[in-house]
């Protein structure tokens, strides 16, 4: 997961430089976000292994993806990606990374291509993002709130489309920052 997020930092940058596909000096051997969403193990069936979907910031809690988490209310959209041109979410979206704490707490809903991604042990799950070009693309990783939820039965099929909303946090391992939608629910 730290190397997704990362891969995502690098992506941003790539994205301010253009979105070129060349590499520099101070990148050079870094893998991309699609090496990484590429990258998953597989096992003898061609089923993605999985494990728990948890991160050290995110509480695990039950719910119905149908319906929002006790407590929690996604009647109000602070940031609604999924209505914007697919250039527009990610431009607003590279906005948001740039400015994480202006966000943090706020409910943002976006649409994009599902992807998982398998690292240390872990699965991960992100709507990936991208220009209208699909030259760039950034993964918005969420945790459902619905943490009864297994993969690969109980999430959509990869690089489906999928519509997600949830409430945008940081979290913080080491010296790294990450960012995702926690308590999130695919609508």
Do not use: H, W
Request: hydrophobic fraction near 35%.
């Amino acid at each position: 997961m730290k190397k997704v997020l990362l891969i995502l930092c690098a992506g941003i940058m790539f994205t301010m430089a253009g979105c070129t596909n060349g590499s520099s000096g101070a990148d050079k051997g870094a893998k991309t976000v699609d090496d990484v969403f590429a990258s998953s193990s597989k096992d003898s069936s061609g089923d993605i292994q999985t494990s728990a979907q948890t991160s050290s910031s995110s509480a695990e809690t039950t719910a119905s993806s149908e319906s929002p988490q006790a407590g929690a209310s996604y009647d109000k959209v602070d940031t609604d990606l999924s209505v914007m041109s697919d250039t527009m979410a990610y431009a607003e979206f590279t906005n948001i990374l740039n400015a994480p704490d202006k966000y943090k707490g706020k409910t943002i809903k976006a649409k994009g291509t599902f992807a998982v991604a398998q690292e240390n042990g872990n699965t991960y799950f992100a709507c990936m993002l991208t220009d209208a070009t699909a030259c760039c693309s950034q993964p918005l990783e969420f945790v459902l709130a619905d943490a009864t939820r297994k993969y690969p039965a109980d999430y959509p099929a990869v690089d489906s489309q999928i519509t997600i909303v949830g409430k945008f946090g940081t979290y913080s391992e080491g010296a790294n920052v990450y960012y995702q939608l926690s308590d999130a629910q695919l609508v």
